[in-house]
């Protein structure tokens, strides 16, 4: 009779959960299952596209020297014809292999198979995956209702890591 292989979930995960963009990254911090941490990065860098991948580097960088993870989730970008999308393509590529040079797992999951996971509806907006990460996380809820647009879609980015982070843990405890 053959012998069922049990898979067990490593323990000391510290993940790195991203939501990249070309001018602002949201990010998120899991230490096995609790959100240490979470944040929005902005891109500063103008000109041209060396430069602005030197900063992409140096902030991944300052990442895995401030959290040692060894597990990074990336948002996979959607697919557009424009020059902003093919640089995200660009930066997703060498956050990918600067992960891979520091033996990190690297996972991918696009934003609507996140919302299916987290929420259980690939169709949930932004604002019902805040909602829902709310309910998770309480210290997340002073960001959920901002007071302008801007501020809102701003917020919405650490939002959209957390929600990667959460997808991450729930799929490796499904195969667990």
């Excluded at 929005?40 to 401030?66: A, D, H, M």
């Excluded at 002073?142 to 980015?157: A, C, F, P, S, V």
């Amino acid at each position: 009779m053959p012998r069922k292989i049990k898979h067990k979930k490593p323990k000391n995960q510290r993940i790195l959960a991203i939501d990249p963009g070309t001018r602002y990254w949201g990010i998120a911090i899991f230490r096995d299952n609790d959100l240490c941490d979470s944040m929005v990065k902005v891109l500063k860098t103008k000109g041209s596209p060396r430069k602005r991948l030197e900063e992409v580097k140096k902030i991944f960088l300052s990442l895995l020297n401030n959290y040692a993870p060894n597990v990074l989730v990336l948002e996979k970008p959607f697919f557009f014809w424009s020059k902003q999308s093919r640089f995200l393509d660009v930066v997703v590529e060498e956050v990918k292999s600067l992960a891979r040079k520091n033996k990190m797992k690297v996972y991918e999951y696009s934003p609507r198979t996140a919302r299916k996971i987290v929420c259980g509806d690939g169709n949930a907006s932004k604002k019902d995956t805040a909602r829902f990460l709310t309910t998770v996380y309480p210290d997340l809820h002073i960001w959920l209702n901002q007071d302008r647009r801007y501020k809102e879609l701003y917020w919405g980015h650490m939002f959209d890591a957390v929600g990667l982070g959460v997808c991450y843990l729930k799929k490796t405890k499904e195969q667990s």
